[in-house]
C-alpha cells in the first residue's frame, strides 16, 4: 500500500511536496497535514511511518524515497539494514533528523542518495553497492551533507560511486577493509572532520579533484589501484599517505598543503606518471624512503619550508623544472636507471634556499640547468655513473658547494663556476701535468678543426681559466697549476697545426708545461747545456775556437782545441746574456754562443718561474 493513506481515502487531495526539477509527490496527505506521511516535516507515528516505508520498499520497480523526512528516534532508523535492494533506491533529497544505519545492507542497483541531509550519525558498515559482475551501476551522494560522522568501514562498493560537492561535517572513517572497487569520485567533496582512508582500497579511476579536507586527511596503507587526481586538492591540515600504493597515473598538480605532509614509504609504481605539478607545500615535507618506478614531475611546485627526500628512491626519469625549494634534502636518494633505460634527473630553473645533497647516487644522466641559490647547496659524496651537465651561474662564494665527490664525467658548459667551492673533488687526470673536465673535447694530431670543435676548446678554454682562478683564491695553488696547463693546452689547440712547433705557446709548453713543470723546466735545462757543450766540444775538434783575446781560464792561444769539461765550462759561461768571451766575430763558435746566450737565459727563466709557482704561488 502507498505510505500515508489516509483513514478516509480522498484521490483528490495529494501531497503538495515536489522536488526541485519539478517532480510532484502522487501520495495523498497525511492527517491534516498538506502533506504525505513521508514528506511530511512534522511530528510523526514510528510504528505507522515504518509500516509505510516497508511498503514503499515493496514496490515490486523502484524504492521511490525522494525527499521523505525520516524522524529522529524512530524505529526506521535501522529500517535498512540487513536488507537487499535489487532495484533502483532513490533517498534524492531526503533528510535524517537522527541517527541512520545501513549496515550490512546490499544494493545491487543504482541508488540515488543526491542532495541527502543526514542529521544524525551515518553507518555504512559492511555495506555493500553493486555486484563483482557488473561494474555499470551507480552510487550518487552528490551534494549530500553529513552533520555527524560517517562510517563506511568495511563497506564494499563495486558500483561507481561519487561524493562530489558533498559536504561532511564531522569525521568520515573508512578502514582497510573497505573496497572502492569501480570509479570513485569525491569532486568539490568538503570534509570538515578528521578523515580516516587507512587501509582503504580504491581498484579503479579515483578522483579527489577541488576536494577540501579541514581536518586531517590520512591515507595510511592505502591502495590506488587505477588513476589517481587529487587535482587542485586542499588540505589544511595534517596529510599522511605513509606506505600507500599507487599503481597509475597520479596527480596532485596545484593541491595545496597547508600544513605538514608525509609521503614516507609511499610506492609509486609503474603504470603511470607521478605529477605534482604546481602543487603548494606550505608544512614540511617527508617523502622519506619514498619509491617512484614512474617519470615523476615536480613542475612550478613550491615548498615553503623543510622538506626531505632522504632515502628516497627514483627508478625513472625525474624532472624538477622550476621548482622552489626552501630547505631540501636529499641524503642518500637513489635515482636509478629503469632497466635498460637510461633515466634523466632534470634541475632545471630550480630555486633553492638551501640544499643538501649528502650519499646521493645518480645512476642515469643528472642535469643542473640555471638554478637559483640564496643560502648553501652542499652536493657531498655524490656519486655521478651517467654524467652530469651543470649549467649554474654561481656569483658569489657560499652558494654552491661540491664536496668529496667525483666530477671526472661532469660538464660545465656556459657556466659560471669561479664561485663554486669544489673541496677534495675528483678531476679527470692526464699524463702531461694536467686536469681535464668532461668538456673538453678530443683533438686528435695535426688534425684540422672545424667550428664546432673550436667552439669546444674556446668553451673549455674558459672554464679552466674559471678554475684556476677557483682554486687560486682557495689556496690550492697546485691544483690550479694543472689547471693553467690545461687552459694554456687549449690556446695551443686553437693554433693551426703547422703552426704549434714553432709559435712560441709551443715553445713555452715543451719548455716547461707553460712554466708549471718544474722537472720538465731542469731536464731541458740541463739538456740545453749539454747540447752546447757537445757542439763546442765536437767542432773545436775539426775547428778550433779563435779568440781575439782568450778567457784566462783557457790560456793564451788565440787558437786552440777544447777538451769536454772546457767545453762545458764554455757552455756555462756562454749562457749568461751578453756573454764577451772574446771569440773572433763571425766564427762558428761565435754564432753558437750568441744562440747560446739567448735560448739558456730564457730556459732558466722559465726554470725560475716553475720554481716560484711551485712552491711561492700567491706571494
Not at 716547461?512 to 731542469?522: P, R, V, W
Not at 782568450?550 to 777544447?562: F, V
Amino acid at each position: 500500500m502507498c505510505a500515508g493513506t489516509p483513514t478516509k481515502p480522498s484521490a483528490s487531495i495529494n501531497c503538495a511536496w515536489s522536488s526541485s526539477d519539478g517532480e510532484i509527490c502522487p501520495r495523498v496527505i497525511h492527517h491534516n497535514s498538506k502533506f504525505c506521511l513521508g514528506h511530511d516535516p512534522g511530528t510523526k507515528d514510528y510504528s505507522q511511518f515504518l509500516s509505510g516505508l516497508i511498503a514503499e520498499f515493496d514496490d515490486p520497480d523502484v524504492v521511490n524515497l525522494k525527499g521523505w523526512r525520516f524522524p529522529k528516534n524512530g524505529t526506521s532508523a535501522a529500517a535498512f539494514q540487513f536488507r537487499t535492494f535489487e532495484k533502483f533506491v532513490t533517498l534524492k533529497g531526503a533528510v535524517f533528523e537522527g541517527d541512520v544505519s545501513f549496515d550490512s545492507t546490499k544494493f545491487l542497483g543504482d541508488v540515488d542518495f543526491e542532495g541527502v541531509h543526514f542529521e544524525g550519525e551515518v553507518s555504512f558498515s559492511g555495506t555493500k553497492f553493486g555486484d563483482e559482475t557488473d561494474a555499470t551501476s551507480t552510487v550518487k551522494f552528490d551534494k549530500a551533507t553529513f552533520t555527524k560522522p560517517v562510517n563506511f568501514a568495511g563497506a564494499k562498493v563495486f558500483s561507481q560511486i561519487s561524493f562530489n560537492n558533498s559536504v561532511l561535517e564531522n569525521d568520515f572513517n573508512l578502514n582497510s577493509e573497505t573496497e572502492f572497487n569501480a570509479y570513485a569520485y569525491f569532486h568539490g567533496t568538503v570534509l570538515k572532520g578528521e578523515a580516516a582512508f587507512n587501509g582503504v582500497q580504491f581498484k579503479d579511476v579515483t578522483e579527489f579533484d577541488g576536494a577540501r579536507f579541514q581536518r586531517g586527511a590520512v591515507f595510511v596503507d592505502a591502495k590506488f589501484l587505477g588513476q589517481t587526481t587529487f587535482d587542485t586538492t586542499v588540505f589544511l591540515e595534517l596529510t599522511d599517505f605513509s606506505g600507500a600504493e599507487f599503481r597509475d597515473l597520479v596527480r596532485f598538480k596545484q593541491t595545496h598543503f597547508q600544513r605538514r605532509v608525509t609521503f614516507e614509504g609511499t610506492k609509486f609504481w609503474t603504470g603511470g606518471d607521478a605529477n605534482f605539478d604546481r602543487a603548494i607545500f606550505d608544512g614540511t615535507v617527508s617523502f622519506k624512503k619514498t619509491e617512484f618506478h614512474r617519470l615523476t614531475y615536480f613542475t612550478e611546485t613550491n615548498f615553503a619550508q623543510e622538506t626531505t627526500f632522504e632515502g628516497t628512491e627514483f627508478h625513472a626519469s625525474a624532472n624538477f623544472v622550476n621548482t622552489i625549494f626552501q630547505d631540501v634534502s636529499f641524503i642518500s636518494s637513489k635515482f636509478e636507471n629503469a632497466g635498460a633505460s637510461k633515466t634523466v634527473t632534470k634541475f632545471e630553473g630550480v630555486r633553492f634556499t638551501r640544499g643538501a645533497f649528502s650519499g646521493t647516487a645518480f645512476s642515469g644522466e643528472f642535469i643542473l640547468d640555471h638554478p637559483q641559490f640564496t643560502a648553501l647547496t652542499v652536493f657531498e659524496r655524490v656519486v655521478f655513473s651517467g654524467g652530469a651537465k651543470f649549467c649554474v651561474q654561481v656569483d658569489e662564494r657560499n652558494r654552491l658547494s661540491i664536496r668529496q665527490t667525483d666530477l671526472s664525467s661532469a660538464q660545465f658548459s656556459k657556466s659560471l663556476i669561479e664561485n663554486i667551492d669544489f673541496e677534495n673533488v675528483e678531476w679527470q687526470s692526464s699524463e702531461s701535468y694536467r686536469l681535464r673536465i668532461a668538456d673538453e673535447p678530443d683533438i686528435k694530431p695535426f688534425s684540422r678543426l672545424g667550428d664546432e670543435q673550436k667552439t669546444q676548446l674556446a668553451e673549455a678554454r674558459r672554464l679552466y681559466r674559471q678554475l684556476r682562478l677557483n682554486y687560486d683564491k682557495s689556496g690550492e695553488y697546485e691544483t690550479a697549476g694543472r689547471f693553467y696547463v690545461s687552459e694554456s693546452e687549449m690556446s695551443y689547440l686553437l693554433l693551426p697545426p703547422i703552426l704549434r712547433w714553432i709559435h712560441p705557446r709551443g715553445l713555452y709548453k715543451w719548455a716547461s708545461k707553460y712554466g708549471e713543470s718544474l722537472a720538465q723546466a731542469t731536464f731541458w735545462l740541463f739538456v740545453l747545456v749539454f747540447l752546447f757543450t757537445l757542439s763546442y766540444w765536437i767542432i773545436s775538434q775539426f775547428h778550433p775556437v779563435w779568440f781575439t783575446e782568450p778567457p784566462k781560464m783557457l790560456g793564451t792561444e788565440h787558437s786552440r782545441k777544447l777538451s769536454f769539461l772546457e767545453a762545458l765550462w764554455f757552455s756555462v759561461q756562454a749562457s749568461k746574456p751578453i756573454a764577451d768571451l772574446g771569440l773572433y766575430p763571425g766564427t762558428i763558435f761565435y754564432w753558437l754562443a750568441f744562440a747560446e746566450g739567448i735560448i739558456v737565459p730564457t730556459q732558466i727563466a722559465l726554470f725560475l718561474l716553475a720554481i716560484r709557482r711551485r712552491f711561492r704561488r700567491g706571494d
